[in-house]
């Protein structure tokens, strides 16, 4: 048979459909949620979930987590003597929720499992998707179909939903990602419109402001504070227990000793769960012979939360705006994802909307039920035969190019879309690319996904070059096909018009993320270049505006941005003072009468 898994940041689940309904399978513990944690004993042996999440204290320097953030990167993790990609943790992850499984089906339905279907962030590109199916495959699983998160919880919530039509918003918060997806539900169909997300937010972020504030905050115990001794020696006690010198002394601890920082994490991870039910939480741990404690209230850690929440405002903005839809037109809010419990992202939930969220099916194990119901769908199971999904390309893919300047001129470093993002998949799209030179001898394809104007900001997942005959400038040309499938897996076909020569690319790997070095050697080389006008404040401000609103923009509205942003390259690039003051001032029209048409949805 067929199982679903929820691989997370945080937890994972698997999940099976059996007498008609949708089952979690309890691992060895009997617990439905494994932590996506894993540790290397010291003669080798890999420990997976509670063990090794308990491991994170007392090894942290041989236990690994939060590795699903690095899926598709160059990341490696080095685990005392072992080295392991993020692939390989992913795979020992699998490797459990598959083996106890296992367990469970046979001994109490007799069934054998074949294949998996695996849950990802909605908001993973193709990079990501490829690993995450690599990860199965490392597990000895067999995986075929790749699912978005999102998608799945709004199955599992309109497996039983009797109303012919209703309009949903999935808000899925998960440890380490962030989705948002709009759906339409017409009796057994349900319509994905529009994903968005952020896959750099999750419950850890709001983890890591409690830390901070914490540290602030932290003071030494009552019973720490050394008493007056008598020997003239009180005030350098008062000085050597003074809240200032604890606290660096906090910070010299967690600096120094991956377990403290271990050992603070944990109590962090137990306060935030607190906030639920309290006004005020006491956090306090002990290590290095010292004992640190700080009361922090919801008002301060919600305040401190702000940045967090105005980046979730984005995502729904983006997704409600390419959804064509409003505010008041969404009929219910489903909250998916373990981070949606906090106290302060519920109420920001229902600030937003106006309304009280759902989530009376458990929001960390909505998505793995979900993908229960994705597997019966892939078997064809008898009784959810009717139900018919649909999903998006949560991305923008494309091209670069180059454009042709009436003054003769090429204008490079374009980025044209082919498959635009929130396009129903299975697609197919088609672009014809004509050639810039004389005698050129090849087309040279680099393939994006992304939506920025410029090629340079995308991120690149593959490259194909295709011979052409010689020829004027403009006389040869090719089509370029994207076929983007129900995976998220994307294939490249190009076409020579005039020869009829064809070749094909799958797109299979690039991690296209950069390292940390390579991120300072980019800010050194960018440093260096002379500064131009275009950098000016004003028009700089121009350009981010325009490029944002390129970025959140689709079909006919995307490729006039386009158009006008590439104009005002040209204008910036000719330096010409007075020509820049003109155009300056109709591109802030421009630009302020697209805002204004597009604002109020939110």
Do not use: W
Request: glycine share 6%; aromatic share 6%; proline share 4%.
């Amino acid at each position: 048979m067929i199982v679903g898994i929820d691989l997370g940041t945080t937890n994972s689940l698997v999940a099976c459909f059996i007498d008609g309904s949708p089952l979690i399978i309890p691992n060895v513990h009997g617990e439905q949620l494994t932590p996506s944690v894993v540790s290397v004993g010291e003669d080798g042996e890999i420990f997976v979930g509670n063990i090794a999440k308990e491991r994170l204290v007392t090894h942290p320097s041989l236990t690994a987590e939060i590795f699903k953030r690095s899926m598709g990167s160059k990341k490696q993790y080095n685990l005392g003597e072992h080295t392991f990609s993020p692939e390989e943790l992913s795979s020992f992850v699998i490797k459990k929720l598959i083996e106890d499984a296992q367990i469970y089906l046979s001994e109490n339905h007799g069934k054998t499992i074949s294949e998996a279907v695996i849950s990802v962030p909605a908001y993973f590109n193709d990079t990501q998707r490829r690993a995450t199916k690599a990860a199965g495959e490392l597990a000895g699983i067999k995986v075929e179909r790749i699912v978005n998160e999102p998608t799945s919880a709004s199955l599992a919530y309109g497996f039983n939903d009797s109303r012919e039509f209703a309009k949903l918003l999935i808000f899925d918060l998960g440890g380490g990602t962030f989705d948002v997806s709009v759906l339409e539900k017409y009796n057994n169909v349900m319509e994905v419109r529009a994903v968005a997300g952020d896959i750099f937010l999750g419950g850890e972020d709001f983890t890591d402001i409690l830390e901070k504030l914490f540290i602030k905050k932290a003071a030494p115990s009552p019973h720490e504070i050394p008493k007056e001794n008598g020997d003239g020696d009180e005030e350098k006690a008062d000085e050597v227990s003074s809240p200032q010198v604890k606290q660096r002394s906090l910070v010299e601890s967690l600096s120094l000793k991956e377990t403290n920082r271990a050992i603070l994490r944990k109590s962090i991870e137990d306060a935030k769960r607190a906030f639920s039910g309290q006004k005020t939480v006491k956090i306090q741990c002990n290590f290095d012979d010292s004992s640190y404690e700080a009361d922090i209230s919801v008002g301060e850690f919600e305040s401190s939360c702000d940045d967090l929440l105005s980046r979730l405002r984005v995502p729904i903005k983006n997704a409600i705006s390419d959804a064509g839809v409003s505010l008041k037109d969404i009929d219910n809010i489903i909250l998916v994802g373990g981070a949606t419990k906090l106290h302060v992202v519920k109420k920001f939930v229902s600030r937003l909307f106006g309304r009280i969220p759902l989530s009376h099916i458990n929001p960390d194990e909505v998505v793995a039920l979900g993908t229960a119901i994705h597997a019966a769908l892939k078997e064809r199971n008898e009784s959810i035969s009717e139900v018919v999904l649909t999903d998006v390309c949560p991305f923008t893919l494309g091209m670069e190019s180059s454009r042709k300047l009436p003054n003769g001129l090429y204008y490079n470093n374009l980025y044209t879309p082919i498959i635009e993002r929130n396009t129903i998949i299975p697609a197919s799209r088609v672009e014809r690319f004509y050639t810039l030179h004389d005698n050129q001898s090849s087309i040279f394809c680099r393939i994006l996904q992304g939506e920025s104007h410029k090629a340079s900001e995308n991120v690149q997942i593959g490259e194909l070059t295709v011979e052409i005959p010689n020829a004027p400038a403009g006389q040869e040309s090719a089509d370029v096909r994207f076929t983007y499938d129900i995976n998220g897996i994307l294939e490249v076909e190009v076409t020579v018009v005039s020869s009829g020569i064809k070749k094909t690319i799958v797109i299979e790997k690039n991690p296209g993320v950069y390292t940390s070095e390579e991120v300072e050697q980019k800010i050194k080389e960018l440093s260096s270049y002379k500064i131009h006008p275009r950098e000016q404040e004003v028009n700089r401000l121009l350009i981010s505006r325009a490029e944002r609103l390129y970025q959140e923009s689709l079909g006919e509205l995307r490729n006039i941005i386009g158009r006008e942003l590439t104009n005002f390259y040209a204008v910036l690039d000719s330096q010409d003072n007075k020509r820049i003051r003109d155009h300056s001032e109709k591109f802030r029209e421009f630009i302020e009468e697209i805002e204004n048409d597009r604002s109020g949805n939110l």
